[in-house]
């Protein structure tokens, strides 16, 4: 009998160590699902001027896309700095961008939309509004003689929820929650003209 009963226990503590790991393997790729991740991103630099390139993963979490539905709009911020770093000083920032992009839905239309700045676009479906603001180009001009052929740069990159536009009880709501905290990580690259 007792020989029976160590077989059960082992076998038992076998498929729990195999249901944990199968926990460890999957749960992280579970939660990348929500979020915004950094695809890719690239500088690319002439004349004077710089062109950023970016393309990121936005998925909202379902508190963040109920919220929208019912008219509350999002904003999200995206970070841009290109600096060059000096072991003698401080480091030197060449270029620090923010844009900030406005998505909201329109129940009357049935449409979302995005703003950036005085631009506005409609969208039939959220997965394509999403798609539009995750693909960033933008070129911009930088002062005469700032970038130098010689020179590496760092650049640092994010796309985040700004929870400080939303109205008053949302952010309450916001603090310290998982589901309106949405936000890449910092991506660092080195860029050499």
């Known amino acids: ?10 076998r038992s503590s076998f498929i729990a160590a195999l249901a944990a790991l199968w926990v460890a393997v999957t749960w992280p790729s579970m939660a990348r699902a929500e979020g915004i991740e950094v695809r890719k991103a690239a500088v690319t630099i ?14 909202l979490t379902p508190t963040l896309e109920d919220a929208l539905n019912k008219g509350v709009s999002l904003y999200f911020l995206l970070e841009f ?13 060449i270029a620090d961008l923010q844009q900030q992009y406005r998505l909201s839905y329109n129940a009357l239309t049935r449409q979302y939309r995005i703003g950036v700045g005085r631009l506005y676009q409609n969208f ?3 997965s ?3 798609e539009f603001m ?52 910092w991506h660092r690259w080195t860029v050499a003209p």
């Open 1 to 10: 009998m007792t020989g029976s009963s160590t077989r059960c226990c082992r």
């Open 46 to 59: 002439a004349d004077d001027a710089y062109v950023l390139e970016a393309d990121f993963v936005v998925a």
């Open 81 to 93: 700095e290109l600096i060059r770093p000096r072991w003698f000083w401080f480091n030197d920032k």
């Open 124 to 126: 039939a479906r959220l």
């Open 128 to 130: 394509d509004a999403l």
């Open 134 to 185: 995750s693909r960033v180009r933008r070129r911009e001009e930088v002062e005469t003689g700032a970038l130098r052929k010689d020179a590496a740069y760092t650049a640092a990159l994010r796309l985040r929820l700004d929870t400080s536009q939303l109205p008053r009880p949302f952010q309450l709501s916001a603090l310290g929650s998982r589901e309106w905290s949405v936000s890449s990580d």
